[in-house]
């Protein structure tokens, strides 16, 4: 017995499927987690002492690579000076100005712990600004274990098999109506019928949680039309996107200013953090100025915001990282394409920058329903086939792949060979 399958037996008997996360117990792909023991750079390192080229990073967060020297030292010397106060900092000042500097929406912020409070909180924002109660979501995004967004959700979810899920009572639903990603008939039905009723549109503007599903030319825009026509607020979940796709996220990729956006750990270094911001107008409805209420002990953690704070820093001081990324990207995701192509391979990949995904479908994949066509099976062949060559990918098909820019030409080369020999194996499709 290896040590991650011991480690997995303790902790089934102590935690729900033995993970403190879903997607993390294997079960759409099968065979036991690695327990990763460490991480530097593009690696991760589980209890037996394997190494794995990582493409997961946390999911997203690392985007320097793991376990960056300037950031651990930043969180050391935060650390020695206490780990929590909860009270006022001068680092969580520093870091709203940087925020409010960087993020085109943001004239004020307020920092959480979470994605998933982020995205709470701007929805309670937006209803105590409109005076509305419904909101729209679309189908395959995630926006967090938040009771009314748990509605034909993506990531977990869709791994597990769950459209919702048990334990939410009707009434936390009952407003919260959904699209279809890149359809804005299905959205302009919805305004349709429910005429001045609708708070807030939450969307992913690019979906990562269903696979990487990229925005169909326009639609983004037309979706900040439609919300300005109905005096509804527009909300970019920029959990994956935000100071992945660039220092201005996706709403400054594809020129559309969101009234609110909610961020996640990125503005951590990975740490546990999140953050949504928006107009001012709005942002003074928020406790103590207005009667929205919001509240945290450990928001604006001083560790935290000193790991997030050195690394949108060093972003920000090296914008050739973006432009690095943008070409491992290109280079990873088209030879990978390159090589199915060659090889016959039934599949799609979906890719912007950094973020990509492979579906197992002949499909093109645009929104949830194309993204459920994909063969698990073969995802789960795949991804087993890949991990036993070293290479340590999300264990979903519906999540994404994430570089980093410790993601050098010799790792990316690395991937391509063992991708070339799982394919040409023929294995996935058995």
Not at 41 to 51: A, M, S
Not at 191 to 208: M, S, T
Not at 290 to 300: I, K, N, R
């Amino acid at each position: 017995m290896t040590r991650s399958e011991d480690l997995f037996n303790r902790a089934k008997r102590v935690l729900p499927g033995g993970v403190n996360s879903p997607v993390r117990a294997y079960q759409s792909v099968g065979g036991c987690p690695r327990f990763i023991k460490k991480a530097e750079g593009t690696y991760v390192y589980d209890e037996e002492g394997k190494r794995y080229l990582d493409y997961i990073g946390s999911w997203g967060p690392m985007i320097l690579g793991h376990n960056h020297p300037e950031i651990q030292q930043a969180v050391v010397e935060a650390a020695q000076r206490g780990l929590s106060f909860g009270t006022a900092t001068e680092i969580e000042v520093k870091m709203g100005e940087l925020l409010c500097s960087l993020v085109p929406c943001f004239d004020m912020v307020r920092m959480v712990n979470s994605g998933t409070e982020a995205v709470m909180s701007s929805i309670r924002a937006a209803r105590g600004f409109t005076g509305r109660d419904k909101i729209i979501k679309f189908e395959g995004c995630y926006h967090g274990h938040f009771d009314a967004l748990l509605v034909k959700a993506g990531s977990g979810v869709m791994t597990a098999g769950i459209p919702d899920s048990s334990g939410v009572p009707k009434g936390c639903a009952m407003d919260t109506l959904t699209a279809v990603y890149n359809d804005i008939d299905s959205v302009r039905k919805l305004f349709e019928e429910n005429p001045g009723q609708i708070a807030a549109l939450i969307i992913e503007p690019v979906a990562a949680n269903m696979g990487v599903v990229l925005p169909r030319e326009g639609f983004l825009k037309e979706l900040r039309d439609i919300c300005t026509e109905n005096g509804t607020l527009l909300i970019f979940d920029e959990v994956i996107t935000g100071f992945r796709l660039g220092l201005t996220g996706a709403q400054g990729t594809y020129g559309v200013m969101p009234d609110l956006a909610t961020f996640g750990k990125i503005i951590g270094g990975g740490m546990p953090v999140g953050c949504y911001g928006g107009k001012r107008e709005i942002m003074e409805m928020i406790a103590p100025l207005g009667s929205v209420y919001q509240a945290g002990t450990l928001s604006g953690n001083p560790v935290a915001m000193a790991a997030g704070l050195t690394q949108l820093k060093y972003l920000y001081d090296h914008p050739e990282i973006y432009t690095g990324l943008e070409e491992k990207g290109t280079k990873l995701y088209e030879a990978m394409k390159e090589i199915a192509e060659k090889a016959g391979l039934t599949c799609r990949l979906n890719h912007i920058s950094s973020l990509g995904s492979i579906f197992f479908t002949g499909e093109e994949v645009c929104d949830y329903t194309s993204a459920k066509t994909s063969d698990t099976k073969a995802f789960a062949n795949y991804f087993l086939a890949m991990l036993k060559g070293g290479v340590h990918l999300a264990p979903s098909q519906f999540e994404a792949m994430f570089l980093s820019d410790a993601h050098s030409e010799e790792v990316i080369q690395q991937t391509l060979k063992v991708f070339a020999e799982v394919v040409e194996k023929g294995e996935i499709y058995e």
